[in-house]
């Protein structure tokens, strides 16, 4: 029997962008077509072609709804791929409000970008795609229990299992040519609010599993503990007397947060604050969790859907309200604070010096809420000076991922592993330290690259077929646009603390002192590099 073979076309080196491809006896599934986030550089692969003919795709295994996992399944419609997405029946219900959202993001990003007026004269961007592409898509989502055998296409038998990351998550268990192959998704931690500990089959020929935080060890922080995390810092928030905004995640995290007051408020703990949570994205998210409470733990009497303390406010004249409050808890996202109502918040709430902004989320770089975290004073925001004189707090214990000891006992109860394990979507460091972690018992461990494609047999290691796209690993690696942006940030900071303008003169004079000696540097570099070229021509000296 052939053994299949697979391409990594995302999460190779990187977390987001999550997609790969299987191949056997001409047929071709891709787990997960997820969109690239993060910087200018790693979002740009967002418009490269697709590596493959989208026409010639049978199936889509879609392991859940968070855009780096399903983003780009509009664009795959877009390009003609015709079969169906197989997913949990929660996943596609949060299909139906994240790919929607997703792409009036980028048809707005492109009108956006088309009405700047430093790009009159160049041809206008297309949305990455349109609301129709993603409604298209979510017509072509099927539904399939947990754990209940499927043929996504000819030659391949697949099963779901639960990955307790968010609500609809999955792993997904893949059989073609004798060979057993598991990609474990995103993977949940085990004190996680709502989901069952991740689940999987034992005995696999190869393990894909995910390395987000492969070099973080989070500690057993129960949900009691976080609780109480929770209860000081939205009562030392109420005592300041203002505002108390919290930039939340839409799916999962905006929940979890609402379980945790719900349970503060009810047992006596907080006083009965009014909470609101202002986000149309958050509010609809919240919805199917209702719809899927049967599925979910910790519920209670589901009071997180009709507590008498929450305000799910739908218009812009709601949310326009709540500026004038005080003493309230506003739940917004985005959770990096990039868009959405949120911004609308801390513009409000960022010069009160009796507000409260609390984190609960990762914040990447070059985001405002990294910005705010790392301490800014001010921040520029639509154009905006805003002075940041609010309190700026921040809950590390929230996470719905599986932390570095949670992925090995992932990975230990699996085996046994009778090929390769493949670490994917983590930066170098997570999977590099992840990799240290997992080295007895285990044939072969794989750290795959984007455009590597593989012999997958049964009973024995992956073959390596064709090398990674090495454009793709130098623009993962070093991103000099997003360092910039850091430093420009930082040196208006800086600037403001020195005491005088001569100073500052004094400084920037210094920093071009810098910038010359390296243009220097550089004319030198390029002249020894041309007759360096010019002697290599000739036939009696070799090359370095
Ligand atoms: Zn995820």
Not at 202 to 229: M, N, P
Not at 303 to 331: D, K, Y
Not at 496 to 512: D, F, V, Y
Request: glycine fraction near 8%; charged fraction near 25%.
């Amino acid at each position: 029997m052939t053994a299949p073979t697979l391409t990594v076309h995302g999460a190779g080196r990187t977390v987001t962008g999550s997609c790969f491809q299987l191949s056997h006896g001409g047929a071709d599934v891709l787990v997960d077509c997820g969109l690239f986030q993060g910087t200018r550089t790693v979002e740009a692969l967002n418009r490269e072609p697709f590596a493959f003919d989208a026409k010639a795709i049978g199936a889509v295994l879609l392991t859940h709804a968070h855009l780096d996992h399903s983003g780009l399944l509009p664009r795959l419609v877009a390009e003609g791929f015709r079969g169906p997405i197989w997913c949990t029946r929660a996943t596609r219900d949060l299909l139906h409000i994240m790919l929607p959202d997703a792409a009036r993001i980028q048809e707005q990003e492109a009108e956006r970008r088309n009405r700047r007026a430093d790009r009159a004269d160049e041809p206008p961007i297309e949305p990455l795609y349109t609301l129709a592409d993603a409604e298209r898509a979510i017509d072509q989502a099927r539904d399939i229990e947990l754990e209940t055998q499927f043929e996504p296409a000819p030659g391949f038998h697949a099963r779901l299992w639960n990955a307790g990351h968010i609500l609809g998550s999955a792993s997904v268990e893949l059989v073609a040519g004798g060979s057993r192959m598991l990609f474990s998704g995103d993977l949940g931690p085990e004190q996680k609010a709502f989901h069952l500990d991740p689940q999987g089959p034992h005995g696999v020929d190869h393990l894909f599993c995910e390395s987000t935080y492969g070099d973080r060890e989070r500690g057993a922080a129960t949900l009691e503990q976080r609780r109480t995390v929770l209860e000081k810092e939205v009562k030392a928030a109420l005592a300041r007397g203002g505002n108390l905004v919290i930039p939340v995640f839409a799916l999962e995290r905006t929940q979890e947060l609402l379980l945790d007051l719900a349970r503060l408020i009810n047992s006596g703990r907080l006083p009965h604050a009014q909470v609101f949570i202002d986000s149309p994205l958050a509010s609809r998210a919240t919805e199917i969790f209702r719809r899927h409470q049967r599925e979910l733990e910790d519920l209670g009497d589901g009071e997180i859907f009709r507590h008498p303390s929450f305000h799910f406010t739908e218009t812009v004249e709601q949310s326009m309200r709540l500026n004038a409050m005080s003493g309230a808890i506003i739940l917004s996202a985005s959770g990096m604070c990039e868009a959405g109502r949120i911004r609308h918040h801390l513009r409000y709430n960022l010069p009160r010096s009796d507000s409260t902004i609390l984190f609960v989320g990762f914040q990447a770089q070059g985001t405002l809420g990294r910005t705010l975290v790392d301490g800014a004073g001010r921040v520029r925001m639509s154009g905006r000076d805003v002075a940041v004189r609010a309190q700026i707090r921040r809950i590390d214990s929230y996470s719905a991922h599986a932390d570095r000891s949670e992925l090995i006992a992932w990975v230990e109860a699996r085996k046994p592993v009778r090929g390769s394990l493949f670490l994917t979507h983590g930066e170098e460091q997570a999977l590099e330290a992840l990799k240290r972690g997992l080295e007895s018992g285990l044939p072969s461990i794989l750290i795959p690259e984007i455009g590597e494609r593989y012999e997958l047999p049964a009973g024995a290691p992956a073959k390596r077929l064709a090398t990674g796209r090495v454009e793709i690993r130098d623009a993962l690696s070093r991103d000099w646009q997003n360092d910039y942006a850091d430093m420009v940030v930082n040196l208006k900071r800086e600037l403001q603390q020195i005491r005088s303008n001569r100073q500052r003169a004094e400084a920037l004079a210094r920093m071009r002192d810098v910038i010359d000696q390296y243009a220097d540097h550089r004319k030198k570099h390029h002249r020894a590099a041309d007759e360096g070229a010019r002697e290599s021509r000739s036939p009696y000296v070799s090359g370095p």
